[in-house]
């Protein structure tokens, strides 16, 4: 399935300001602006706001998104901005379709953290600014 193809989007699952120490918590969380969440729920979700809480990683992210929405390959944003994020794993590498990508005020330090994300083939809009990084 071709995401230009797709005629039913939904708005993005917004989870911001929730106070998330983890992706999982956001499992137990309704998101803003009554967007439903996977169960009964038909339209494809092609973004997620998980900006301004405090998640430290990304580990349990392929899970939860995998629990959140009908079809998670369908993913072409998210925004982990305002975060405590130190580190990026290869769960991001999992969503191949992802064409934007917000990171900027987190915590990351190392461009060799960054380097990894060049294994999402779509990605084309990236932001780093307010992040501690060197090189």
Not at 11 to 31: G, I, Q, R, W, Y
């Amino acid at each position: 399935m071709s995401i230009k193809t797709l005629n039913n989007m939904a708005p993005p699952l917004d989870f911001s300001f929730k106070n998330l120490a983890t992706l999982t918590d956001s499992l137990e969380e309704e998101p803003r602006k009554g967007t439903k969440l996977k169960e009964g729920y038909t339209d494809i979700v092609t973004a997620v706001r998980y900006n301004n809480n405090s998640i430290h990683e990304l580990g349990d992210l392929v899970p939860s998104i995998t629990s959140l929405v009908v079809n998670p390959t369908a993913i072409s944003w998210l925004d982990f901005s305002f975060n405590d994020i130190n580190a990026l794993d290869d769960s991001l590498l999992q969503f191949p379709n992802m064409t934007t990508l917000y990171l900027h005020g987190n915590q990351l330090m190392s461009l060799n953290e960054v380097k990894r994300l060049s294994g999402i083939p779509c990605l084309r809009t990236l932001t780093l600014h307010g992040n501690p990084l060197e090189a």
